[in-house]
Every structure is written in structure tokens, then in C-alpha cells.
């Protein structure tokens, strides 16, 4: 869900050196409430570092940063959830024990902090596991909990890095519904990912960031559209010499079927109407909707390549 309102986070001309090394170069990055943004890219694209930067923890060597309006300071950290890659509990600690100290860190009540941290637990499936110890859970379950630690106060923004890292696949789906559940609250989420699949799953807009640069910044349905504009999948014998005609740009096979790009212009129906008139019923026909990762792989594969396989 996204919704017209003020940005919640700015980077503008934002660049980070290392010494010699350029992190992020001229970054431009906008977040709005109730918005899930994915910043995408393989290890070493300059994600993490744009995250240190939204949060103040890394300054700029150029351009600026906005939280909320002013500066990433620590009264505009205390609006935003945050989920780093390296995860931190006290494992000796009860997992509700746990989220009311989280609670009570952002200045929520006492009474209130305990009935959030219940339903939290609640709402991450662990129910009734409330007052076991930490160091019992399980490593997915242990990360469930560092989840509710980050949403616990109801950030306005929520930041995740690589949340989906090491989950089995229950945990997996929990932090994605989490993720939409949020998004439906009015927070602004930023994902930060390698892995498309899961982006997939969540994201409304994504940006996909190569050593440093922005190559991508759009929203996933646009990048969809654009992507499947021309091309069919049916299921047909790839070698039918119907398919051989100038209308027909490529022929490729995909699983149990073919994709054909058609030329600009040649509208989807058109390949149903050829295959009718010479005598061949197609199994399925369908639009193509490529997948993210398709997509990134179209547009900048040799880039990702360069870095790591997209996964």
C-alpha cells in the first residue's frame, strides 16, 4: 500500500568514500509512508552503507540526508524500527522479558509494553512459547523475536537488513506478512536484500544498486509491465513453423511451453489467432509476467555479474 504523503527519508546527492574507495556514489533515494521499498544488489553494491547513512550512524562525504524532515539525529532514530544483519539477544533472557525491555527502551508504559510484547509473540507464532528462554528457541525463532524487538514501539519507519537471511521457510513467510502488515499500518518500510525472490514477495517499488551506483528505481508493477510487453507463453511445440514468421521476434523454451516476444506492435491475440488458423490448439496461453529476478537479469546482468549471480 502506498500513500501520498510526506517523505519519510532523503538521500540526496548522497556519495560515501573509504579512502579511495567509493561506497555510494550520488545516491537520490525518496521513502513515503505505507510504502515497501527493496534495496537490491550483491554483496558489495554499497546497500549497508546507505542504511548507515539513513540512520546517522555513517556521514555522508556528500549530499545530504533527511529523517522525517531534519537530520538522521538520535530523536528522529527513536521513530524508526530497525533490523540489522547481525543479530543481537540475551539469550538467557525470557522472549517476552526481552520485547517489554525493547518497549520500554522507546519510552512505551510499562503495562502497555508487556500486552504489545504478548501480542507480538502472538502475532509471530509464538504464542506459547512467551516465557521460554531464548536459548531454547530455535535460530528462526530467535530472529522472529529480533523482529518484534524492531516493531515493538510501531516505528514509523522500519528498516530490515536482510531480514530473510538463514529463515526457514515458516519464518519466512511470517516476516513477509509482518512486512505487508506494517506497510497496511502506514509505516514506510526499506528491505534491504540480494535475494529477489523475497523482494518479490513484499515490495511495491525497488532499487537496485551496482558497486555504488543506482541502476534500477522503480515500482515492481511498472518493471513487470515493461518487461512482458510483447511476449505470450503457451504451450505448443517450440519447432512449429507457424512460429517462423516476422511477427515473432524469439521463441525460447521455458518450462512446459515456449515464450514468444512478438514484435511492437503485434498484440497478444495474435498468436492465438495464428495458431488457430494453422490447425494448432495451444495446452495454455498466458501473458508473460517475468519474474523480478528475470527482470534484473534482462537489464543489467552483465553489472550483477560482475558482483555475484542474482539469487
Not at 19 to 37: D, F, I, K, N, T
Amino acid at each position: 500500500m502506498q500513500q501520498t504523503q510526506q517523505v519519510v527519508a532523503r538521500l540526496s546527492g548522497v556519495t560515501r568514500r573509504f579512502r579511495e574507495v567509493v561506497a555510494v556514489e550520488a545516491l537520490e533515494l525518496e521513502l513515503r509512508p505505507g510504502e515497501v521499498l527493496g534495496l537490491l544488489g550483491p554483496n558489495g553494491s554499497g546497500k549497508s552503507t546507505t542504511l548507515r547513512m539513513l540512520l546517522g550512524l555513517l556521514a555522508p562525504s556528500e549530499g545530504t540526508v533527511s529523517l522525517f524532515g531534519g537530520p538522521p539525529n538520535l530523536q528522529a532514530r527513536r521513530r524508526v524500527g530497525y533490523l540489522p544483519e547481525q543479530r543481537g539477544l540475551y539469550e538467557e533472557m525470557k522472549a517476552i522479558d526481552q520485547l517489554v525491555w525493547f518497549a520500554r527502551l522507546h519510552g512505551v508504559p510499562e503495562a502497555e509494553a508487556a500486552d504489545r510484547a504478548r501480542a507480538f509473540l502472538e502475532r509471530l507464532g509464538l504464542g506459547d512459547r512467551v516465557d521460554g528462554k531464548l536459548s531454547e528457541y530455535s535460530k528462526g525463532m530467535q530472529q522472529r523475536v529480533q523482529l518484534g524487538a524492531a516493531l515493538i514501539h510501531q516505528p514509523e519507519l522500519v528498516i530490515l537488513d536482510e531480514p530473510f537471511s538463514g529463515l526457514d521457510p515458516v519464518s519466512q513467510d511470517v516476516f513477509a506478512e509482518v512486512v505487508l502488515d506494517e506497510a497496511a499500518r502506514g509505516a514506510a518500510v526499506l528491505l534491504s536484500t540480494h535475494d529477489l525472490h523475497h523482494a518479490e514477495q513484499v515490495c511495491d517499488r525497488v532499487v537496485v544498486m551496482i558497486k555504488g551506483h543506482k541502476e534500477i528505481d522503480e515500482r515492481l508493477a511498472t518493471l513487470r509491465r515493461q518487461a512482458g510487453e510483447g511476449r505470450v507463453r503457451l504451450r505448443v511445440d517450440p519447432d512449429s513453423a507457424w512460429l517462423r514468421v516476422p511477427e515473432v521476434v524469439d521463441v525460447r523454451r521455458v518450462d512446459k511451453g515456449v515464450e514468444v516476444r512478438l514484435a511492437e506492435g503485434v498484440a497478444p491475440r495474435w498468436v492465438l489467432d495464428r495458431a488457430l488458423e494453422a490447425g494448432v490448439l495451444p495446452e495454455r496461453f498466458e501473458v508473460a509476467e517475468p519474474s523480478l529476478h528475470e527482470i534484473v537479469v534482462r537489464r543489467i546482468r552483465g553489472s550483477w555479474d560482475d558482483a555475484g549471480e542474482p539469487t
